[in-house]
């Protein structure tokens, strides 16, 4: 490993164009699909994809042939992820739908009083509002 932070961000850079000239070389000459990643000890990020293709047919087509599930962990978190916002939906569907009067079977007393009572506070402020556009 080399030491001083200089040399290795220089040596790195060297390297990494060579790097790149091979696997452009590879996709040139030898017809390869060629998807190459490579991150810097400075997290700077550089990729090369063939022309002819794009990274992620590259990498559906290495988990294919490896059996390793790449995307399953993605998947799933936004698999999660939208079934809470689904939820979320639904809920603030039924909200509205009752501020219009409507779905109301399932509530409770002190539900339907909260509602009354949000619905006598808007209809204050829309009356407010219409008073004031017909003053001015």
């Known amino acids: 490993k080399i030491e001083n932070p200089t040399n290795r961000q220089v040596t790195y850079s060297k390297r990494r164009a060579g790097i790149m000239k091979k696997a452009r070389e590879l996709t040139v000459l030898c017809d390869a699909e060629v998807s190459l990643i490579m991150f810097s000890s400075t997290g ?19 988990q294919q ?28 569907r039924r909200e509205i739908r009752q501020r219009m009067g409507e ?3 399932g509530l409770d007393i002190k539900e339907l009083r ?5 619905m006598d506070e808007a209809l204050k402020l829309v009356r407010n509002r219409k ?6």
């Open 44 to 62: 700077k990020f550089s990729e090369y994809c063939s022309p002819s293709s794009d990274a992620k047919k590259v990498f559906d087509r290495y």
């Open 65 to 92: 042939v490896s059996g390793i599930n790449l995307w399953s962990v993605q998947y799933e978190k936004m698999q999660t992820m939208l079934n809470h916002l689904k939820e979320i939906n639904h809920s603030l």
């Open 131 to 136: 008073y004031h556009v017909i003053s001015t």
């Open 103 to 105: 779905d109301l079977e």
């Open 114 to 118: 909260g509602l009354e009572q949000n």
